[in-house]
């Protein structure tokens, strides 16, 4: 499992950690890790908690298939939103590694806020 430590942010904090991604080099995971970390505007949140969301990334670094896992996700909407967004909004990603031959990778992302 690849961890991410909390992001400082005016008013939450949020981290973002890749689950299970034993196909994925870790230099690839960090990157889209990092880039969904940059896009995620957390300043207006109020709330806390989890957002578990689902992405699909081709091999040509195309966005595919986003969605919330809603039975693990956090119900606040907003929190929803913003993490919904800022993986939307970190597309398009590099291209997969070479290494990788499969047409597309799976990944979860949770995303955690916390009230600061």
Known sequence: ????PVVSKTETTASVDLK???L???????????????NLDSDDSGG???????????S??????ISIIGEKSVK???LRKMAF?????????????KDILAPEIAFTCQISFIRK
């Open 76 to 78: 606040d909407s907003s």
């Open 85 to 97: 967004e800022a993986v939307r909004n970190s597309s398009p990603f590099p291209k997969l590694p």
């Open 1 to 4: 499992m690849i961890k991410q």
């Open 24 to 38: 994925v080099p870790p230099s690839y995971a960090q990157m889209v890790r990092s880039r969904i970390i940059d």
């Open 60 to 65: 040509r670094g195309e966005l595919k298939d």
């Open 48 to 58: 806390e908690g989890d957002v578990f969301v689902r992405f699909v990334i081709t």
């Open 20 to 22: 299970d991604l034993r």
